[in-house]
């Protein structure tokens, strides 16, 4: 065999080990639950095709595009509105052939784009143009996955309404920040609260007047914690709220803020009933052994407001 044929074979067998490389890959992306990891896993294939100097993907930004990924800097979410070049193809390249460009879609919809930056051997990109669109439709189709995933545990986690955790949101994310406030040896607070007389409100005015209310109590919290502070419906008519790096004598002031605030609603259709909150609060301390133990706390202090009257905090 000559050196010819023998180059011509060594070029075949390796462009064969690619196609199984980018095949093995692509299944990989395909099970993927995070645009992170997709992104990761596309730029790695990048890579070993064209030895680029940089992976990039934008995302459809305001009036252009901004940059979510660098395979030299991760995950980016930059704020920068940023223009991509115009083009027919959803496959092109510039700069001779040294940036190649990839529009993502799936379904019609345009997910992304793809960039992959000075390329060190451009003259191989014509020989993975027929693969590139399988690249191209894997990677819109996994992206789009990700995002259905996303959609469906939000949902699976939210309270439908009101808009903020459910029972199992606030769980799984209160948890997590019981262990590093733990490991930390940082102070939480717990307050879990109630609409005073929620069932002769409910029985007198109806459901939808009932579900009104509880949508203007969720906003009047909303509006006066923390976007750190973990906020769910605890069943009925019980929320809970976790206060991370809150004391007792803080997360007070902020309670009684809410409550003051609740008193002062005026809604027609609730004919002249008045609003109050009961709330029941507790902290962390030396011995605090379980978050479940921290819930138990507070929903007794609760129990203690709802027979003291009612409209009042009590701690313990």
Same mark, same amino acid.
């Not at 645009?35 to 890579?47: F, G, M, Y």
């Not at 909150?277 to 379980?290: A, Q």
């Given at each position: 065999?000559?050196?010819?044929?023998?180059a011509?074979?060594?070029?075949?067998?390796r462009?064969? =080990?690619?196609?199984?490389?980018?095949?093995?890959?692509?299944? #990989?992306?395909?099970?993927?639950?995070?645009?992170? #990891?997709?992104?990761?896993?596309?730029?790695?294939?990048?890579?070993?095709?064209?030895?680029?100097?940089?992976?990039?993907?934008?995302?459809?930004f305001?009036?252009?595009?901004?940059?979510? /990924?660098?395979? =030299?800097r991760?995950?980016?979410?930059? #704020?920068?509105?940023?223009?991509?070049?115009?083009?027919? #193809?959803?496959?092109?390249?510039?700069?001779?052939?040294?940036?190649?460009?990839?529009?993502?879609?799936?379904?019609?919809?345009?997910l992304? =784009?793809?960039?992959?930056?000075?390329?060190?051997?451009?003259?191989?990109?014509?020989? /993975?143009?027929?693969v590139?669109?399988?690249?191209?439709?894997?990677?819109?189709?996994?992206?789009?996955?990700?995002?259905?995933?996303?959609e469906?545990?939000?949902?699976?986690?939210?309270?439908?309404?009101?808009?903020?955790?459910?029972?199992?949101?606030?769980?799984?994310?209160?948890?997590?920040?019981?262990?590093?406030?733990?490991?930390?040896?940082?102070?939480?607070?717990?307050?879990? /609260?109630?609409?005073?007389?929620?069932?002769?409100?409910?029985?007198? &005015?109806?459901?939808?007047?009932?579900?009104?209310?509880?949508?203007?109590? @969720?906003?009047?919290?909303?509006?006066?914690?923390? %976007?750190?502070?973990?906020?769910?419906?605890? +069943?009925?008519?019980?929320?809970i709220?976790?206060?991370?790096? &809150?004391?007792?004598?803080?997360?007070?002031?902020?309670?009684?803020?809410?409550?003051?605030?609740?008193?002062?609603?005026?809604?027609?259709?609730?004919?002249?009933?008045?609003?109050?909150?009961?709330? +029941?609060?507790? @902290? @962390?301390?030396?011995? @605090? +052994?379980s978050? %479940?133990?921290?819930? =138990?706390?507070?929903?007794?202090?609760?129990?203690?407001?709802?027979?003291?009257?009612r409209?009042?905090?009590?701690?313990?």
């Amino acid at each position: 065999m000559g050196l010819l044929e023998e180059a011509l074979d060594f070029d075949l067998h390796r462009q064969i =080990a690619d196609y199984a490389m980018i095949n093995e890959v692509l299944m #990989e992306i395909a099970s993927l639950n995070s645009v992170n #990891e997709v992104l990761e896993k596309i730029s790695t294939l990048a890579e070993a095709l064209f030895a680029p100097e940089e992976v990039l993907f934008f995302e459809k930004f305001r009036d252009g595009w901004r940059e979510i /990924y660098s395979s =030299a800097r991760g995950s980016t979410g930059a #704020e920068e509105v940023l223009q991509i070049p115009e083009n027919p #193809e959803d496959i092109f390249s510039l700069e001779g052939g040294r940036d190649l460009w990839m529009k993502i879609r799936h379904d019609d919809k345009l997910l992304g =784009a793809l960039k992959i930056s000075k390329i060190a051997f451009p003259e191989y990109v014509d020989r /993975y143009l027929a693969v590139l669109g399988n690249i191209r439709s894997v990677l819109g189709l996994s992206l789009s996955n990700v995002e259905l995933h996303e959609e469906l545990k939000t949902i699976a986690l939210t309270d439908p309404l009101t808009g903020i955790y459910n029972r199992r949101g606030f769980f799984d994310k209160t948890k997590v920040e019981f262990l590093k406030a733990s490991r930390e040896s940082k102070s939480l607070s717990l307050a879990i /609260y109630d609409l005073d007389n929620f069932k002769a409100i409910n029985d007198f &005015c109806g459901h939808e007047v009932s579900d009104l209310v509880l949508k203007e109590v @969720t906003k009047i919290v909303k509006d006066n914690i923390r %976007e750190s502070d973990v906020f769910g419906r605890f +069943g009925g008519d019980e929320f809970i709220i976790l206060f991370p790096g &809150c004391d007792l004598k803080s997360t007070l002031r902020v309670l009684d803020r809410i409550r003051v605030a609740v008193g002062k609603i005026e809604e027609p259709s609730l004919k002249e009933r008045e609003l109050s909150l009961s709330f +029941g609060l507790t @902290t @962390t301390r030396d011995g @605090t +052994g379980s978050f %479940e133990e921290l819930v =138990a706390l507070a929903d007794s202090a609760l129990y203690e407001a709802k027979n003291s009257g009612r409209n009042t905090i009590k701690s313990i």
